[in-house]
């Protein structure tokens, strides 16, 4: 078995974002049901967030590259974290028991700029090799730092 074949940044970060997520959004709920019982310690978002944009810039760097990544359902993390926000704040509007953790908002924001940094870099990738008609025709020519252009 060919250990470098066998474990690449793409097989390994997915699983490992995907455990993070589970446990970070996991004593998420916990804190919050916990209704001030538990604190979560500070420390947890920083390294959930580094791993997150480790994760999209490695899957935009495998496209952009040429070998395009597999698709995993990276939208999911944002409506687990947006759908937690939702019911978590209502839940606060009628019981002022209940407490919303410290950094959920700071997360979920994060997290959803993540995303739509990777989907914006997918459409620029798309209109540059012409995937996407539409995309190029909206695009058209785009300015990048001033000095150069990329045509679509």
Request: net charge neutral; proline share 4%.
């Given at each position: ?21 589970v446990?970070?959004?996991g ?8 209704k001030?019982?538990f ?9 959930y ?8 810039a ?30 978590a704040f209502?839940?606060?509007c ?11 908002s ?6 959803l700029?993540i995303?739509?940094g990777s ?5 620029l ?13 909206i695009?058209g ?6 000095r ?5």
């Open positions: 078995m060919d250990i470098k074949k066998t474990f690449t940044e793409a097989s390994v970060l997915f699983p490992i974002l995907t455990l993070y997520s446990v970070y959004l004593l998420m709920i916990y804190d919050f049901v916990a001030g019982a604190e979560m310690p500070s420390g947890m978002m920083v390294i967030i580094a791993l997150t944009g480790a994760y999209a490695d899957k935009e760097i495998r496209r952009w590259s040429g070998s395009d990544p597999e698709s995993r359902w990276g939208q999911i993390f944002v409506y687990a974290w947006f759908i937690f926000f939702l019911v209502v839940v606060r009628f019981n002022a028991e209940y407490v919303l953790p410290a950094d959920l700071s997360v979920a924001l994060q997290v700029g995303f739509f989907k914006a870099s997918k459409k990738y798309e209109a540059k090799s012409a995937k996407n008609p539409e995309v190029v025709s695009l020519t785009i300015r990048i730092s001033g150069s252009e990329l045509s679509v």
